[in-house]
Structure formats: structure tokens, C-alpha cells
């Protein structure tokens, strides 16, 4: 194992990791346009990528454990500033911050449209909730009000 092997594997990560930013983009893409089956698609590529880098973080980790560093990422960005290719490990990292950062937005869509969704079927189910109401002890009261389109 040696330098190269590294470097190999960084390589590799930034290649998986540009691919992931592009599915992440696919992704939000197909939620906006609630497109399921593209969504399902993009997914399993997702899976796949995620754990390809996975793998390729423990063989990084093991092999710096074999040179006798610790597996951290300190140790990892020092290793490969003595071995000439830091530019590389930081350009993985500024990366994996963009994957992260598109992954918080798409969480954020999948949370918003959880959101619509349980608000439309509160109303189909004919719920509104109400604003608190205080009680005679000081408290709080929420009252839920019903009226079913149904009975409508």
C-alpha cells in the first residue's frame, strides 16, 4: 500500500462524489416535480454511490492505520499534504460540503411537502386546528374543530 493507493482512492471519491452532487440535483428536480419513478431510479443510484464512497473511506482508514496514523480526517488532510496531493483531499472536501448542503435542501422540500400533504388531509378529514385558547387555570386548550367535507 502506498501513496498512490491513497490517491487512487481520493480520486475515485471525487469522481463518485461529482456524481452525487449531479444525482442530488436530479433528485430535487423530481421532488418539485413529485415524479416517483424517477425519484425511485435516482435513489438506488444514490445508494449505490453512498456506499461506494463508504468503502472507500474504510480501505482509506485502514490503509492509514497500516502506516501507523489514525484514521481521522486531521490525520488523513496531514497525510496527504506531506505526500503531495492536499489539493486534491481539499477539493473532495469542498465537494462533499456541496453533497451535504443539496442534501439539506432536499430534506427541506421532503419536509415542506409533508407538511402540504398532512394539511391537505387534515382538511379532507374535516380538522383545523385552532389557535390556543386559554383555560380558567392559565393554561393552554388546543380545540380542534371538525367538519368533514363529507358532511359538507
Request: charged share 25%; aromatic share 4%; glycine share 6%.
Amino acid at each position: 500500500m502506498s501513496d498512490k493507493s491513497i490517491q487512487s482512492l481520493l480520486e475515485k471519491d471525487l469522481h463518485n462524489a461529482e456524481s452525487l452532487a449531479a444525482l442530488l440535483l436530479s433528485e430535487r428536480d423530481q421532488l418539485a416535480s413529485r415524479d416517483i419513478d424517477a425519484l425511485n431510479k435516482t435513489l438506488m443510484e444514490k445508494a449505490q454511490l453512498l456506499a461506494a464512497i463508504e468503502g472507500n473511506d474504510d480501505s482509506r482508514r485502514k490503509m492509514l492505520a497500516s502506516f501507523g496514523r489514525s484514521a481521522d480526517n486531521n490525520s488523513l488532510r496531514d497525510y496527504c499534504d506531506k505526500a503531495g496531493f492536499g489539493t486534491l483531499y481539499e477539493a473532495l472536501q469542498r465537494r462533499l460540503k456541496t453533497c451535504a448542503d443539496l442534501t439539506d435542501i432536499n430534506g427541506a422540500i421532503v419536509h415542506r411537502s409533508r407538511l402540504s400533504n398532512r394539511h391537505v388531509l387534515d382538511i379532507m378529514q374535516g380538522k383545523s386546528a385552532q389557535s390556543s385558547v386559554y383555560t380558567s387555570q392559565g393554561g393552554t386548550n388546543k380545540q380542534i374543530a371538525t367538519r368533514a367535507i363529507a358532511k359538507a
